[in-house]
């Protein structure tokens, strides 16, 4: 069975900071990978995604994540952090053979702070 | 396009009453979930339907949830007697077909149970 974890609840930054927030999976199979924002009091929104090819995938808002299948992670990264950018951050698996079901970890709450 | 729609956006019911959840997927999606997302953990899923058929209600408590999608559009997710660990955010997501790597999500409906 698929799995994700991700190790930080919370991770408070300060403004213009770097963040990394951490998520590893586990599968058996080969796994495409998301991550998804969820702002308060509103539905997730897909941020991106790893299907295949480059490791290296970019959001439009300055994220990027970088898929390591030698150490099954899917870290998301942003060089400089905004107040806007406080939310909660979803990762999630789905298998290449049943790319019916996404399988979320338990979140990191984004706090950026002036 | 218009997003997933869903209401309400909140519900406080008392525990051993019944409640309904609507949600009317983007248009010409054939695939509709339900999520079920506790405070602090991430989202799990309850049923999924492909047009008007149910592919996998695994996760759905039988004894107490029902959901149907009737004409293989709008969906209805239904608890009755609720309970008080029913607490929690309900999202609907939707996809264009089972081989989709990502889905869209509705604003959810937060239902408190006291």
């Known amino acids: 069975a698929q799995s994700v974890t991700q190790l930080d609840s919370q991770v408070p930054v300060f403004e213009e900071a770097p963040v990394e927030l951490r998520c590893n999976y586990s599968s058996s199979v080969s796994v495409y990978l998301f991550w998804y924002v969820q702002y308060p009091n509103q539905g997730l929104q897909l941020l991106l995604k790893?299907?295949?090819?480059?490791?290296l995938v970019e959001s439009i808002n300055g994220f990027e994540a970088e898929f390591n299948k030698s150490q099954t992670s899917f870290h998301l990264r942003k060089p400089s952090v905004h107040i806007s950018d406080t939310a909660e951050y979803f990762c999630?698996?789905?298998?290449?053979?049943?790319?019916?079901?996404?399988?979320f970890g338990t979140g990191t709450r984004l706090q950026v702070f002036p | 396009e218009a997003g997933v729609a869903q209401s309400p956006r909140y519900k406080i019911i008392e525990k051993r009453q019944s409640v309904a959840f609507w949600c009317n997927p983007i248009?010409?999606?054939?695939?509709l979930y339900w999520y079920q997302q506790i405070l602090g953990q991430g989202p799990k899923l309850l049923i999924q339907f492909q047009n008007n058929g149910v592919v996998d209600d695994s996760q759905l408590p039988k004894d107490r949830f029902s959901a149907e999608r009737l004409k293989g559009v709008d969906s209805t997710l239904k608890i009755q007697p609720a309970k008080l660990e029913d607490s929690a955010v309900y999202l609907c997501?939707?996809?264009?077909?089972?081989?989709?790597?990502?889905?869209?999500f509705g604003s959810g409906t937060r239902l408190t149970v006291v």
């Open positions: 790893y299907l295949s090819g480059s490791t």
């Open positions: 999630a698996v789905m298998t290449s053979y049943n790319t019916d079901k996404l399988i």
């Open positions: 997501a939707s996809s264009p077909d089972r081989a989709n790597y990502g889905y869209t």
């Open positions: 248009s010409g999606h054939a695939t």
